[in-house]
Nanobody, 121 residues
Framework: QVQLVESGGGLVQPGGSLRLSCAASGSIFSINTMGWYRQAPGKERELVAGITHGDTTNYADSVKGRFTISRDNAENTVYLQMNSLKPEDTAVYYC???????????????WGQGTQVTVSS
């Protein structure tokens, strides 16, 4: 079994900052990419940021220059530093890991339970 546990969401005023964390645990052989997605009410889930095992990153255009993704491979943890938050960043944020549970097995997507981020004055 693999678990992804997120933390760090909450309520923040526009212009503020939050840091999300996601720790993967369980029967993990290797983690390829990790990332953060978000889903606002009435909208589809979208990629916010992703990072490979070698620390190559990619970002949604809407968060470039404001959000920074990083990971600690030794701890199987991924972070999302969110600065200059806007009301349109309000959503449930989900952690994702594309990983192998066995050296001879394939890689599959695993998801966290989601953490609410609300940007409001």
């Amino acid at each position: 079994q693999v678990q992804l546990v997120e933390s760090g969401g909450g309520l923040v005023q526009p212009g503020g900052s939050l840091r999300l964390s996601c720790a993967a645990s369980g029967s993990i052989f290797s983690i390829n990419t990790m990332g953060w997605y978000r889903q606002a009410p009435g909208k589809e889930r979208e990629l916010v940021a992703g990072i490979t095992h070698g620390d190559t990153t990619n970002y949604a255009d809407s968060v470039k220059g404001r959000f920074t993704i990083s990971r600690d491979n030794a701890e199987n943890t991924v972070y999302l530093q969110m600065n200059s938050l806007k009301p349109e960043d309000t959503a449930v944020y989900y952690c994702n890991a594309y990983l192998q549970t066995h050296p001879l097995g394939g890689s599959y997507d695993y998801w966290g339970q989601g953490t609410q981020v609300t940007v409001s004055s």
